[in-house]
């Protein structure tokens, strides 16, 4: 656990400030540690502010009367938060279908809740991505979310791609950290060195700049500008024509986000964006990653101009993952009776940067730590929700599914871990498994193992996910030969 949240806890569980804020600090300073919801790690930033004064705050420190201003003043300011924020023009109610962005094809974005979005652009997209698998089985690549656990995802793609067994994905979707590796991932394997630079650690160390004032007054515990400077480094004019290029051969690259104002999924096709051309494509396609990944109070939201029915106003987007940690296909589409005869027969793989479990633990008979275990399960429920889901829908559709997942027992700091070293070395676990054809599992086994009881501390000392032999699926046809030439990470 790290330092700070740990003092946090112990701080406040035994300190008299009861009040809703206190509680939900505490609350999730256990489930920061291995769950999808990156948006409970909020408190890593709140505990490194408590510990500039660490002698005032903790319980088990003397509490003279001097201190007392300190604690009024973190009391006042708590509430005034509630209060303040930046001014913001209503919104009106939003029909997704009728909202345009200007210059944008409305078929740019829908909702991923009505089935009326999902039928009128479900035939002519599935007929365009069996188009583009030239009569081949249609391969699916669903990438969830996970913070700093994306590492794992993107060494585990850079790994396939060395292994020649990674095939062309016709569907690529990404949530979160997902949608950050879902371009790179969908604009093919000659991406892979931006895909390894990217995800490996060094570009991502210091993304995590707190803004004090703007926890407490604004909209964020973290500053905005490492993450947007983080993608401007990445989506170049060559990327986006690479995906125009793509989208094209008629294959789809879909990320979501979730408008808070509606608190709806909204589902957004990078691939129709990048062939629009332009700065005003590019910055879009942008500003849609930067949403999917905005985790709410940890970075500041994107705000996203349209119009309906002549009038401008701006909608409230953030992280795709506030709403579903993963999606194969839009909700709606997974739990109706329809049949979707082009995906019969085909592939699809789900990259999960995370695990499903957190360790056993004795919950004490105390309300913080009821409520914090409780908010742990609640996360790692959705994401098992998610793939459940999933799996549903592809065995439905007679198509084989392959999960790969962080294992339990892999040292996983936190999905705000962003510690150089660390990701390097996720990085290469998931290489390393990809590399010996043990990255993947059957999604009954990646569900149903026996809880854990301990972790490792050594990554060279886990098993990859599928080093068991299970869920062991056919080949695909061999690739030619990876472009990138480089040697292997190794194992710490």
């Not at 170049?236 to 125009?244: F, G, K, P």
């Not at 579903?324 to 739990?335: C, E, G, L, N, T």
């Not at 854990?452 to 062991?472: E, K, N, T, W, Y």
């Amino acid at each position: 656990m790290p330092p700070g949240v740990e003092r946090l806890s112990n701080c406040l569980n035994g300190w008299t400030l009861r009040s809703i804020q206190s509680v939900w600090f505490c609350t999730v300073e256990e489930a920061y540690a291995r769950t999808q919801g990156e948006e409970v790690a909020v408190a890593q930033g709140i505990a490194d502010w408590f510990e500039s004064e660490p002698e005032a705050l903790c319980c088990n420190r003397p509490r003279p009367h001097h201190l007392l201003p300190w604690i009024l003043l973190v009391s006042c300011a708590l509430l005034l938060s509630g209060c303040a924020g930046l001014p913001r023009r209503g919104a009106p109610v939003v029909d997704y279908a009728k909202a345009d962005l200007p210059g944008f094809p409305p078929d740019i974005r829908w909702s991923g809740a009505t089935r009326r979005d999902f039928d009128v652009r479900s035939s002519r997209l599935l007929r365009q991505v069996q188009a583009a698998a030239a009569g081949g089985p249609i391969n699916v690549l669903v990438l969830s979310g996970g913070g700093a656990g994306s590492a794992f995802g993107a060494g585990a793609l850079v790994g396939w791609s060395r292994s020649g067994t990674r095939p062309e994905f016709q569907i690529v979707t990404g949530v979160s950290a997902g949608a950050l590796m879902a371009p790179l991932a969908f604009a093919g394997r000659d991406w892979d060195p931006e895909l390894t630079e990217a995800f490996s650690g060094a570009q991502t160390q210091h993304l995590m700049r707190a803004r004090w004032a703007g926890a407490l007054f604004g909209a964020s515990v973290y500053r905005g500008e490492p993450l947007t400077q983080l993608l401007d480094r990445y989506v170049t004019d060559e990327l986006m024509s690479a995906i125009a290029r793509e989208a094209e051969k008629g294959r789809l690259l879909l990320v979501a986000t979730t408008d808070l104002d509606t608190e709806q999924t909204v589902i957004w096709n990078l691939g129709l964006i990048a062939q629009q051309g332009g700065a005003k494509s590019k910055r879009l396609f942008r500003d849609v990653l930067l949403a999917s990944v905005s985790v709410p109070g940890i970075f500041p939201p994107v705000m996203i101009r349209v119009q309906q029915a002549g009038e401008d106003f701006e909608e409230m987007h953030v992280d795709g993952s506030a709403m579903a940690s993963m999606f194969f296909m839009p909700d709606v589409a997974a739990i109706l009776p329809d049949s979707l005869e082009p995906l019969h027969g085909g592939h699809l793989y789900v990259l999960v940067n995370g695990g499903f479990r957190t360790p056993e633990a004795t919950t004490r008979n105390q309300t913080v730590s009821i409520v914090r275990r409780s908010a742990a399960a609640t996360l790692q429920g959705g994401t098992r929700a998610a793939l459940e889901l999933a799996y549903s829908a592809a065995q439905r559709h007679q198509m084989s599914v392959a999960v790969g997942e962080i294992p339990d027992s892999y040292p996983l700091g936190g999905m705000l871990d962003f510690d150089a070293s660390r990701m390097k070395a996720l990085f290469s676990f998931g290489e390393h498994c990809a590399l010996l054809g043990q990255l993947w599992t059957d999604p009954i086994d990646a569900l149903d193992q026996a809880p854990v009881r301990a972790l490792s501390q050594r990554p060279d000392a886990v098993q990859c996910p599928g080093a068991d032999g299970h869920g062991q699926y056919p080949q695909q046809a061999s690739l030619p030969p990876s472009p990138v030439e480089r040697v292997p990470p190794q194992l710490p």
